[in-house]
C-alpha cells in the first residue's frame, strides 16, 4: 500500500482505553502538521488577497490563529473519547471506528482552516465593487 493509503486508512486500535489513547496520540503531530501547514498556506494566501490597494482590511492576527490551533487539538481530543464510548454503547459488533473519525475531523479542520481564503475572495471582490459604485 502507498504511504498515504496507510496514513488515511490505517489499522483501527484494539477496543480498550490505552489502546484507543496512544493509537489517537500517535497521529497527533501528523494532524498538527497537516493542519497547521493548511493554516499558514490560508494566512498567506488570504494576506496577500486582502493586501489589495482598494481593500483596507489587516491579516489575521497572529493570537486568533494561536486559538484556533488550541481549539482544533481540544477537538482533537475528543475522538478518542467519541471512539472509547461509541465502542461502550454498541459493543463488539460495532466495526473500529478510530480511522473514519480521524478522516472526518482532519477533512473538518482542513476545510474549516481553508475558510479565510473564500472569505478574503468575496472581501475583495466586494470592495472592488462598491469602489467602482462609489
Do not use: D
Request: aromatic share 12%.
Amino acid at each position: 500500500m502507498s504511504p498515504i493509503v496507510e496514513f488515511l486508512f490505517p489499522k483501527p486500535a484494539i477496543q480498550s482505553p490505552g489502546a484507543i489513547y496512544r493509537w489517537w496520540e500517535g497521529r497527533r503531530l501528523a494532524y498538527n502538521a497537516i493542519v497547521g501547514a493548511t493554516g499558514m498556506f490560508s494566512w498567506t494566501v488570504s494576506g496577500i488577497l486582502m493586501s489589495a490597494p482598494w481593500l483596507h482590511e489587516r491579516p489575521i492576527p497572529l493570537p486568533i490563529i494561536v486559538i484556533f490551533g488550541v481549539m482544533a487539538n481540544i477537538c482533537y481530543s475528543l475522538g478518542p473519547l467519541a471512539e472509547y464510548f461509541l465502542h461502550r454503547i454498541f459493543g463488539p459488533k460495532l466495526l473500529p471506528t478510530g480511522p473514519a473519525l480521524y478522516r472526518m475531523g482532519l477533512t473538518f479542520s482542513v476545510g474549516l482552516t481553508l475558510i479565510p481564503i473564500p472569505v478574503s475572495i468575496v472581501a475583495m471582490i466586494g470592495s472592488f465593487i462598491q469602489q467602482i459604485i462609489n
